[in-house]
């Protein structure tokens, strides 16, 4: 089995900033791309950002642009999200997401994702 456990949301007043981890454990030979999606009430969930092995990123979301940085460890199978300058907007349930090779199952690649985290921005 493979889990991953997201840490660091919370209540922050517009303007203020938050650092989500993601850490994931279990039967891992191999984690290739991770990243983070949002569900605002209402919405559908989308991506945030991405990020490869190799640490090459990907901000789909142009409105967090120059706001947040999106980085990882693999020695510690954790992917981070950095957020800066929050806006209300920014308000949502922040999910976890990463593509995994499972140890002993040869090289096919697993989707997994954590049980989101709540950020709410608001004074």
């Known amino acids: 089995q493979v889990h991953l456990v997201e840490s660091g949301g919370g209540l922050v007043q517009p303007g203020g900033s938050l650092r989500l981890s993601c850490a994931a454990s279990g039967n891992i030979f191999r984690i290739n791309d991770m990243g983070w999606y949002r569900q605002a009430p209402g919405k559908q969930r989308e991506l945030v950002a991405a990020i490869t092995r190799g640490a090459i990123t990907n901000f789909a979301d142009s409105s967090v642009k120059g706001r947040f940085t999106i980085s990882r460890d693999n020695a510690k199978s954790t992917v981070y999200l950095q957020m800066n300058s929050l806006k209300p907007e920014d308000t949502a349930v922040y999910y976890c997401?990463?593509?995994?090779?499972?140890?002993?199952?040869?090289?096919?690649?697993?989707?997994?994702w954590g049980q989101g985290i709540q950020v709410t921005v608001s004074s």
């Open positions: 997401n990463a593509k995994i090779i499972r140890r002993g199952e040869g090289l096919s690649s697993y989707e997994y």
